[in-house]
Antibody, heavy 120, light 107 residues
């Protein structure tokens, strides 16, 4: 069974930093392209960014609102995805979800999310 | 960026109704379209992937169709547990984008 378990959320002051983690199991993590998606309170879903598998180059892509402030990385030896966030703004307040990439023949999988609150 | 629109933005329906939700992409996304259901306080739940593939464990009253720019999600007979918000997502082109959602509530 595929499991994605996010952790690391909490309360941070504006301008602060935080790292989220996503522990993956039940699939071959090192070949999976992984994403972060967020949802602000009462709002819709917003893609944050993606990291490809190492064999696909391991490169990252980011949404414009977070580019230069957020960094996605992966530890394939521990089946863990990370989201390092810095220069946090109040508008970054959201539930952050870790997801796998779906494809033409396979579904994406989502975790249950972790809440980040940016407030003074 | 590919813009995703959904219609209607909300609808009221009764148990047993056939409901069709629409999602449109601003450019062709082939069949890289997923549908999610979300209830308050819960994570999105995948219903349909790659436009028409029913996710394992999802009731067969849900079905998806379309390709290119126009897609539909159909619920053949609405059940009480189906009242929720539905989102479409394109994963063909970065940045991945979502529709604004359709809220289905009880008439």
């Amino acid at each position: 069974e595929v499991q994605l378990v996010e952790s690391g959320g909490g309360l941070v002051e504006p301008g602060g930093s935080l790292r989220l983690s996503c522990a993956a199991s039940g699939f071959t993590f090192n070949t999976a392209w992984m994403n972060w998606v967020r949802q602000a309170p009462g709002k819709g879903l917003e893609w944050v960014g993606r990291v490809k598998s190492k064999d696909a180059g391991g490169t990252t892509d980011y949404a414009a609102p977070v580019k230069g402030r957020f960094t996605i990385s992966r530890d394939d030896s521990n089946n863990t995805l990370y989201l390092q966030m810095s220069s946090l703004k109040t508008e970054d307040t959201a539930v952050y979800y870790c997801t796998t990439n779906g494809g033409p023949d396979w579904p994406p999988y989502w975790g249950q999310g972790t809440l980040l609150t940016v407030s003074s | 960026d590919i813009q995703m629109t959904q219609s209607p933005s909300s609808l009221s329906a009764s148990v047993g109704d056939r409901v069709t939700l629409t999602c449109r992409a601003s450019h062709s996304i082939n069949k890289y379209l997923n549908w999610f259901q979300q209830k308050p306080g819960k994570a999105p739940k995948l219903l349909i992937y790659a436009a028409s593939n029913l996710e394992r464990g999802v009731p067969s009253r849900f079905s998806g169709s379309g390709s290119g720019t126009d897609f539909t999600l159909t619920i053949s007979s609405l059940q009480p547990e189906d009242f929720a918000t539905y989102y479409c997502q394109q994963s063909h082109i970065i940045p991945v984008t979502f529709g604004p959602g359709t809220k289905v509530d009880i008439k």
